[in-house]
């Protein structure tokens, strides 16, 4: 009997799962995104990151334009506005104070390397007036001039090296001044070989020595001293102008802090703002304050522009001039009655001479000072070439380099002695003058900034009390 199979039993397959709108079932790595080894879907974090980003940037906006509208919007508008202008004042404030503080500091520092240019100038043609004269005597020449050459050699071929150190723009100018000196004192020593053995080439070394330092180491002099004043001048309109910025800064800034009050004053039916006012205040106080500050450093500088460096100036001038001529009238002897060249030299050397003391005696700088004794010299030199045009060289030789009283070099030095002594006292007054006007300029320029800020405080302050009233 075959044993009977318990009935086979059925069960119903389990239900699909659910799929979403997608069509994708619920919890399949197309729907979670990519696992391990599927290789397929796409991180969703990129997008996610950028819509958050995006929705910063679009929640600060919209915060800002709530917190721009309205009257509290149009307060925080005029507190930025003027806290804006009152800084800014205050750096225009600090900035006028340094630029003319720095420009009488360059002013000062050009002014001196002028007066070294000048020196060198001097002494280059104090120089040449030494070796000219001494050639007059043959032989071997005096020892005094001889030294005095020496030391004029010596200094100037030390403030050429000085200058260059204090400016070194002139650098290139003073190397080429240099080496013209150096070819000219070269050529000084062929001559004086030459005359020591009487040799007639001797006076065309010397002629050559002169007309070469005449049309090089004085051309580049010249032009240096132009370079220096021109500076100078530049440094004293910048002085002059400082005070532009500062009062252009304070009446724009004025203005933007009366337009603020005038607005609060209608808005908040309010006459007056005290933080504004005292913002107000500061500004105007330290505009006025500065502007006369500044001006009265304007009128310093245009009465040392005009006096005590005017003067020293001319003084400067004179001295180099009466080298010059004192050095041709030398080349007019050496030359025998061919140097009619030399005398026209000398007439013009002595013209501008004679303008530069006039300049001098017009100004007030000068009034103390007692007038340099250039006629007496030139008084003698008309004697010299009385005797020389008369066919008394000899006479006329011993006039010129003699050291007696009445002598061309006795009253030569007493020009030159005492021109140096006022050119010394005149620079040193232009220092002392130039450093004297500007120096509570850098304190200023603290107190200025300092001043900015506080107005700038002041303006948000009262900004913030007619904002409190909104909360």
């Not at 400067?316 to 010059?324: K, L, S, T, V, Y």
Request: net charge neutral.
């Amino acid at each position: 009997m075959t044993p009977s199979l318990p009935p086979a039993t059925t069960s119903a397959a389990p239900p699909p799962p659910a799929l979403p709108p997608s069509g994708r079932a619920v919890g399949t790595p197309a729907a979670l995104g990519s696992g391990p080894g599927t290789g397929t879907g796409t991180a969703p974090m990129p997008a996610v990151r950028a819509t958050g980003i995006r929705g910063l940037l679009e929640a600060a906006t919209a915060a800002i334009r709530v917190a721009m509208s309205g009257t509290p919007g149009h307060l925080r508008t005029l507190g930025m506005v003027g806290v804006a202008a009152t800084l800014l004042f205050g750096l225009a404030a600090g900035q006028s104070f340094r630029s003319a503080d720095g420009a009488l500091t360059r002013a000062a520092a050009n002014s001196d390397q002028l007066v070294r240019i000048q020196a060198i100038q001097t002494n280059v043609v104090r120089a040449d007036a030494d070796a000219t004269n001494a050639f007059l005597v043959g032989g071997l020449e005096p020892p005094a001039q001889r030294a005095d050459y020496t030391t004029a050699i010596t200094s100037a071929s030390q403030l050429i090296a000085e200058a260059a150190q204090h400016q070194p723009v002139d650098g290139a100018a003073l190397a080429a001044l240099n080496q013209a000196l150096i070819t000219y004192t070269g050529q000084v020593e062929q001559a004086r070989a030459n005359n020591r053995q009487a040799l007639p080439i001797g006076a065309q070394y010397l002629k050559n020595a002169s007309a070469d330092l005449r049309t090089t180491a004085l051309p580049l002099l010249k032009n240096l001293s132009d370079a220096n004043n021109a500076r100078v001048a530049e440094e004293f309109d910048r002085a002059d102008r400082a005070a532009l910025w500062l009062v252009i800064a304070g009446l724009l800034t004025l203005a933007v802090l009366v337009l603020a009050l005038v607005w609060l004053a209608r808005r908040t039916r309010r006459y007056l703002n005290l933080p504004l006012v005292a913002a107000a205040v500061v500004v105007l106080v330290t505009l006025v304050a500065g502007t006369v500050g500044l001006l009265a450093v304007q009128t310093k500088v245009d009465a040392t522009r005009n006096g005590v460096y005017a003067a020293t100036l001319a003084t400067a001038q004179a001295r180099i001039a009466g080298f010059d001529a004192k050095s041709n009238e030398s080349l007019t002897l050496i030359a025998r009655g061919s140097g009619a060249t030399f005398e026209k030299a000398w007439q013009a050397s002595a013209a501008t001479v004679t303008s530069q003391l006039t300049r001098l005696g017009q100004n007030p700088s000068s009034s103390g000072m007692a007038p340099l004794p250039w006629p007496d010299y030139a008084s003698v030199h008309t004697k010299i070439r009385a005797l020389d045009d008369s066919g008394d060289w000899e006479g006329a030789v011993a006039l010129a380099t003699g050291q007696g009283s009445g002598t061309g070099n006795a009253t030569f030095t007493a020009f030159d002695t005492s021109s140096g002594k006022q050119l010394s006292a005149l620079s040193d007054q232009t220092s002392q003058q130039l450093g004297a006007t500007g120096d509570w300029l850098p304190f200023a320029a603290v107190l200025g900034l300092l001043a900015g800020a506080i107005a700038a405080a002041c303006v948000w302050w009262g900004v913030s009390l007619r904002l409190e009233e909104y909360r």
